[in-house]
């Protein structure tokens, strides 16, 4: 193979992974222009066209998925190779991807992002905020972040909080304009604010426990959000009751912002994980993120204990 070629192929494989030149380029650290001469050349140099494209997307052609499928094992081998080069010396490096929903960050990224920063200045931790649930293989990225209960099982999995609740808050406002419901038949009369995936055209049902047993609750109302913090928010400016994590609503419970409903309703959910396929588990980088993760989680549970216990 003519030398030249196999630099080439990397950003071929960003392109394809991003989905865009702009958005490989942005990755790589190169101009769209020379992300454009090197997807030429490999084309020149194969005679067929890798990629498809529109004035509005870019997509594989079939030669180009079956050159990325032979191509990218060997890619993967080459840039984890590298990394281990580079944490031989003592440090870890690359660009890590994560996919995550956005309520992982104030749940539990943001303060193992903070250690990161510090401790790892050579990684660069590249988020994706997703809300569905993302093929991290099949999209390019190191690992994910989502509930325990939704990662398969042959995914390596560590986790990133302890379980928490799921619960049910409205504002003081809203429950002076409304009323407080008293049972879970009550929320049919209200304002819900409703919850739909990005990549899902059904409202989620709230799933909650009604006499030891779990239900999951169809709701109604006039505003419907693709994520938890947008709940949230409308949630605090008196539009509705929102069906939340604990930990999100926390600090505005405590400070009177928001009330919660219906507490013997509250189901526990298992936590939030980071999850990836056990090959990746040997790259330096994710090797560092979860060192880390699992530092910080050591030193949230040993702030939680040192609290005084609040008395019944």
């Known amino acids: 193979m003519e030398r030249d070629l196999l630099s080439h ?26 992300v454009s001469h090197a997807v030429r050349l490999v084309e020149e140099r194969l005679g067929q066209a890798i990629f498809a494209r529109t004035t509005r997307s870019v997509a594989l052609t079939e030669a180009g998925e079956a050159l990325l499928a032979g191509i990218s094992p060997a890619l993967a081998d080459i840039a984890d190779e590298i990394e281990r080069l580079r944490a031989a010396k003592g440090r870890a490096g690359g660009v890590l991807r994560l996919n995550a929903p956005r309520l992982a960050l104030p749940l539990a990224l943001t303060r193992i992002l903070k250690e990161m920063v510090e401790k790892h200045p050579d990684v660069t931790v590249d988020i994706t905020i997703d809300e569905g649930l993302a093929d991290i293989v099949g999209e390019g990225f190191d690992a994910g972040v989502r509930l325990g209960e939704m990662i398969a099982r042959d995914m390596v999995a560590v986790r990133l909080t302890v379980p928490f609740q799921a619960i049910l808050v409205a504002s003081p406002l809203y429950l002076a304009r409304r009323g407080r419901p008293e049972r879970i038949a009550d929320l049919a009369a209200h304002h819900c604010i409703g919850f739909r995936g990005i990549r899902s055209r059904a409202l989620y049902r709230w799933e909650l426990s009604e006499n030891g047993k779990d239900v999951a609750v169809e709701t109604r109302g006039p505003l419907v959000v693709s994520d938890a913090m947008s709940a949230l928010d409308l949630a605090k ?62 030193q949230v549970s040993a702030e939680a204990a040192s609290l005084p216990q609040a008395r019944p």
Not at 10 to 33: D, H, N, T
């Open 237 to 298: 400016e008196g539009l509705g009751i929102a069906y939340l994590f604990e930990p999100l609503a926390r600090a505005d419970i405590a400070e009177g912002r928001l009330v919660q409903l219906l507490a013997e309703t509250a189901i526990e959910e298992p936590g939030l994980f980071l999850y990836f396929p056990k090959r990746a588990s040997l790259s330096p980088k994710l090797r560092a993120f979860i060192d880390t993760a699992r530092r910080v989680q050591r």
């Open 9 to 34: 192929l990397f950003v071929v494989a960003a392109v394809a992974r991003r989905k865009g030149f702009a958005a490989a380029a942005g990755e790589l650290g190169m101009s769209p222009s020379a």
